[in-house]
């Protein structure tokens, strides 16, 4: 087997990965010592254990160990050194070929048995007050939200004729908290002497004011969670209002985006503001324009903003899309060039909530764009005094890669320039990959392409990503969304803009 070490030494290209197999390869357990094909069984000498219901792996061929046999008897367990016989794996299976095993049935086992106890509960108090003659009273209080709940339970307390319930009975009934999402931190038990209460009816209490605390607690979430909705109205004179934002994910040489009508402003990758200088400065003398500084920004890159930036910015551009924390740092050292400029926060800032938006507003961000994975109900949410953006158009990057997977498959000679690539998943779907030239990054995109609806979202502005599209497309795109409708189809996606988080 070749081996390949990632990102370990430092050095990237076609050996960086192992593009042989792609899921896991396992670990080494043995090798083929001989095998019979007639019977479909492998006998294997090991170097280390295996075990019933491991899986393993011998080339393309693999199975589930459910016949583990050790001469002519069966055994659950084999240690390393012994010669063992695995029945039931067929394929082209020879002498010398090693095993791998893919799965541990012990292992997981041992997963499962952590992953149990890993439900964590919300601790809550309790203080139960039983007194001669009158109803069981319970008070609970969820020490997360300090939220308390009171419970009368209708059976009257009697006195015991002999002896009564003890309390250290009494807190054992109150702490089953079971399957709710509760556990007992502390319980007080204030009563008379020598009573007598019915278990059922301390189960019943206890089971009763669970349940009402789990849902005054659901509701009072419910009743924080503040949403202010501006609605559009849906008479086209009104949608035509809405801000438009471009991203021009690819600039091709065959368009003529100054003929581009109903767009607000072009938000433009660093990469291109070297490479298609032209273009850009015609860009930037139509358009309320932006350089849009990438997420991934490390080693040839940031020489080479830190030797560009300055220059950029004397350029005709409109403001900064800043897409990592490290971008507001390097803006630092511009202080003066960026005092008429703008700050735009990119999605990969990652804005959830409201706590994030208000950092914004105190870093002198001027709009925030929203992350894709955000539903509706979050969207809507989000407030402040800065503006909002939402995507509602586009291929969204899945993945940006430093490793380079079509100079694996070709020889490095910018093929990346000459052809269009993409990887092709089991299910057949296609996502498109281009390179930034730079870094010779590879950046992967979504094989269906995000059309949202902005109506009821509450933003100032809307985001339309452009990659493939011819500029008839892209003319088409922003009408279709500035006045408030969506493209349909089966190469598109809502996203999660109706999924909860």
């Known amino acids: 087997m070749d081996l390949v070490h990632g990102y370990l030494k430092g050095k990237l290209g076609r050996d960086m990965m192992y593009t042989k197999k792609p899921n896991h390869i396992g670990i080494l357990v043995g090798q083929v010592i001989g095998y019979n094909q007639n019977k479909s069984h492998a006998k294997i000498k090991l170097s280390k254990e295996l075990n019933l219901g491991d899986s393993i792996a011998i080339k393309d061929s693999s199975c589930k160990i459910s016949e583990l046999m050790k001469a002519n008897s069966n055994i659950k367990n084999a240690t390393s050194g012994q010669v063992v016989t695995v029945g039931r794996i067929k394929g082209k299976i020879l002498k010398g070929d090693k095993v791998y095993r893919t799965v541990s049935d012990k292992l997981n086992k041992d997963i499962i048995q952590v992953a149990s106890k890993e439900n964590i509960k919300r601790a ?15 008070e609970i209080k969820d020490l997360w939200s300090n939220i308390k709940l009171i419970k009368i339970e209708g059976t009257i307390v ?3 004729d002999n002896s009564g319930i003890s309390k250290e009975r009494i807190k054992e009934q109150l702490s089953k908290t079971g399957n709710t999402p509760f556990k007992m931190d502390e319980i007080q038990v204030i009563a008379d002497d020598n009573i007598i209460i019915p278990i059922s009816r301390l189960n019943s209490i206890r089971r009763n004011a669970l349940e009402d605390l789990e849902k005054k607690i659901i509701e009072n979430l419910k009743r924080n969670k503040s949403v202010e909705i501006k609605r559009n ?25 100054t003929k581009l009508t109903g767009i607000n402003s072009m938000y433009i990758p660093f990469r291109f503001f070297l ?27 940031e020489r080479l903003i830190e030797s560009n930036l300055e220059d950029i910015l004397k350029r005709n551009i409109k403001g900064i899309v ?4 490290s971008h507001f740092e390097i803006l630092k050292k511009y202080e003066n060039q960026m005092k008429n400029l703008k700050i735009i926060a990119n999605y990969t800032l990652n804005i959830i909530n409201n706590n994030t938006v208000k950092e914004l507003e105190n870093m002198q961000v001027s709009k925030y764009i929203v992350l894709p994975e955000l539903d509706k109900e979050s969207i809507q949410s989000l407030k402040g005094s800065i503006e909002k953006e939402v995507i509602v158009y586009g291929r969204t990057l899945l993945m940006t890669s430093e490793y380079c997977t ?9 093929t990346c320039e000459k052809g269009a690539y993409k990887l092709k998943d089991r299910m057949g779907f296609e996502f498109p990959i281009y390179t930034d030239r730079i870094n010779c990054n590879n950046l992967i995109y979504n094989s269906k392409i995000t059309s949202t609806s902005w109506k009821d979202l509450n933003v100032d502005s809307i985001r339309i990503d452009i990659l493939e599209e011819t500029e008839d497309e892209i003319q088409n795109i922003v009408n279709t969304y500035k006045e408030g409708d969506r493209l349909e189809g089966e190469i598109y996606t809502n996203g999660n803009l109706n999924r909860e988080i």
């Open 158 to 160: 009697k006195k015991a």
């Open 124 to 138: 809550i108090t309790a203080k139960i007050y039983l007194k001669e003659n009158e109803k069981i009273k319970l």
């Open 233 to 257: 109205n849906e008479n086209k004179s009104n949608a035509l209002k809405i801000s438009v934002s471009v991203l021009l994910n690819n600039i091709k040489e065959d368009i003529d985006y």
């Open 275 to 301: 490479s298609n200088k032209e273009k850009v400065e015609g860009i930037c003398k139509h358009f309320d324009t932006y350089l849009l500084l990438p997420a991934v920004t490390k080693g040839n890159y």
């Open 406 to 414: 079509i100079g694996t498959f070709k020889n490095c000679s910018a």
């Open 322 to 325: 800043v897409s990592n924390l």
